[in-house]
């Protein structure tokens, strides 16, 4: 006999969001089977990969190793609202694309999420060393990082210029 569901309310990629499923799934089990936002990948249900990182209230979180009860009330953004934080294409995105830092893809929703944290978290161009410290905890097995390590230095200075261009207005 399966646990009777429960109605989860919690705001996904800026939109309020109930949904109803058992007391034991994941946060990524609801995302992606009830929500139908399968970005975020399931990988080794371990915590292991990275594959299903999202962001809980702006924080880097393993989907798969967080129970769907633990995001009730809170802000989840997954891949798919990366776009709808920058107004269109993230410049993370953008660089993604630009550096063909994704090869096979599967990491990149992950590294997309903990490198956003990162350069919002900064506000300031990145060294190598605070991507690779950023990103310890996603896999990557097709790129080497070195394209992906790039692409987000290369968006943080994207994203410096336009922070210092938007203060140049202001005053």
């Given at each position: 006999?399966?646990?009777?569901?429960?109605?989860?309310?919690?705001?996904?990629?800026?939109?309020?969001?109930?949904?109803?499923?058992?007391?034991?799934?994941?946060?990524?089990?609801?995302?992606?089977?009830?929500l139908d936002l399968i970005g975020s990948k399931q990988g080794c249900d371990k915590g292991d990969c990275g594959a299903c990182t999202v962001q809980i209230d702006g924080v880097p979180q393993l989907a798969?190793?967080?129970?769907?009860?633990?995001?009730?009330?809170?802000?989840v953004t997954t891949v798919e609202g990366l776009g709808l934080l920058a107004g269109g294409v993230h410049p993370l995105q953008d660089a993604f694309d630009r550096h063909t830092a994704a090869q096979c893809g599967f990491c990149t929703p992950g590294i997309l999420l903990s490198a956003e944290a990162l350069l919002r978290k900064r506000g300031r161009e990145v060294t190598r060393a605070e991507v690779c410290d950023a990103l310890a905890g996603?896999?990557?097995?097709?790129?080497?990082?070195?394209?992906?390590?790039?692409?987000?230095?290369?968006?943080?200075?994207?994203?410096?210029?336009?922070?210092?261009?938007?203060?140049?207005?202001?005053?």
């Open positions: 006999m399966s646990p009777a569901a429960i109605m989860l309310s919690m705001t996904v990629n800026g939109e309020p969001v109930q949904v109803a499923a058992p007391p034991h799934w994941t946060l990524l089990e609801v995302l992606r089977y009830r798969c190793l967080t129970l769907a009860i633990h995001a009730e009330g809170r802000a996603n896999l990557c097995r097709c790129t080497g990082y070195t394209k992906i390590i790039d692409a987000v230095v290369d968006a943080s200075r994207v994203m410096a210029g336009a922070n210092t261009q938007e203060a140049g207005r202001d005053e």
